[in-house]
């Protein structure tokens, strides 16, 4: 009797210790105390108890992102604007108003005159670069304001500011370096740097080709498309799988190729308590608990 006694003891204290030992996940009743009482004071967290597809929540979202970007008709691809650099040069028949170096009033000194018929010459006037106003000037023109025109509707500009000035003038303008009709990219792309829309007509996986390709994989990956003072994020593998979010970029887009890997935490009573990076664009519900190791209920409650 003395020897049972403490042997009854010993099992007594060993079952009142099983209480403390760790378990390998929280309780129904934790999780639910753990989400309606965040402890760092947090908003609350509302479950969802899921029994079929049609009882997971929508998440309240009421279009895709894309829906988010201003729709704006692609502007002409000939459109100039602040920071453009235009090349101009002013053909003349009869007296040339920039005879002889007329043109010298610039200021510039590199303006150049080159007979082409008799009669005719033309002025190739130095490289012009647009100001922030949207201005250039023109010897004996003055200031004129070109921002938001066409290449062909600055060469009108430029020959009725010079009508009475000039003897029938003839302007040919071209673009020298382009600014306006561009877009900026950076991020995990090959060749970073402003990109020149050629059409207007490129969409956003366009332009990430055109910076030479995305770096990593394309489900790790997340395109930050801003526009207009709004900002969208766009995943990669969402462009590849589905045409209709693949938008046309637009000049002024400013966009970065961010490296933003998803994943999805499995806790309760599971195989295994993890965290698992999504191996594809999409996992269901079934299939990450099957990855988790499926359910086993000798584990929580």
């Known amino acids: 009797m003395n020897i049972r006694n403490p042997l009854f003891f010993t099992l007594l204290a060993g079952l009142a210790g099983c209480a403390t030992l760790p378990s390998s996940g929280p309780t129904g009743h934790q999780i639910e105390k753990s989400a309606a009482e965040p402890k760092d004071g947090s908003t609350p967290i509302r479950l969802a108890q899921v029994n079929t597809i049609a009882d997971v929540p929508s998440g309240g979202l009421t279009g895709t992102p894309v829906s988010m970007l201003a729709d704006l008709a692609p502007p002409p691809t000939d ?30 000194g590199t303006a150049n005159q080159t007979a082409a018929t008799p009669g005719v010459s033309v002025q190739k006037l130095p490289p012009t670069r647009i100001d922030d106003r949207g201005d250039i000037s023109i010897p004996y023109a003055g200031t004129l304001h070109v921002g938001g025109l066409t290449v062909s509707k600055v060469e009108a500009l430029i020959r009725r500011s010079l009508r009475g000035l000039s003897q029938n003038p003839r302007v040919l303008v071209t673009m020298s370096q382009a600014i306006t009709n561009t877009v900026i990219i950076g991020g995990e792309v090959a060749k970073p740097g ?40 766009i995943r990669v593998n969402d462009l590849i799988d589905n045409p209709t979010l693949d938008v046309r970029a637009y000049p002024g887009d400013r966009l970065v190729l961010i490296s933003n890997p998803r994943s999805y935490s499995v806790l309760g009573a599971s195989g295994r308590v993890e965290q698992t990076p999504f191996s594809r664009s999409s996992v269901s519900l079934a299939e990450a608990v099957a990855n988790a190791g499926g359910v086993n209920p000798g584990v929580g409650n």
């Open 194 to 233: 402003r990109l020149i829309l050629q059409t207007n007509r490129e969409t956003l996986s366009d332009v990430v080709a055109l910076a030479g390709g995305y770096r990593g994989s394309a489900r790790d990956l997340t395109l930050r498309v801003n526009r207009a003072g709004k900002s969208v994020d």
């Open 79 to 108: 459109m100039v604007g602040p920071g453009d650099v235009l090349d101009i040069n002013i053909y003349e028949a009869g007296v040339a108003l920039f005879a002889s170096g007329g043109a010298g009033g610039g200021g510039s």
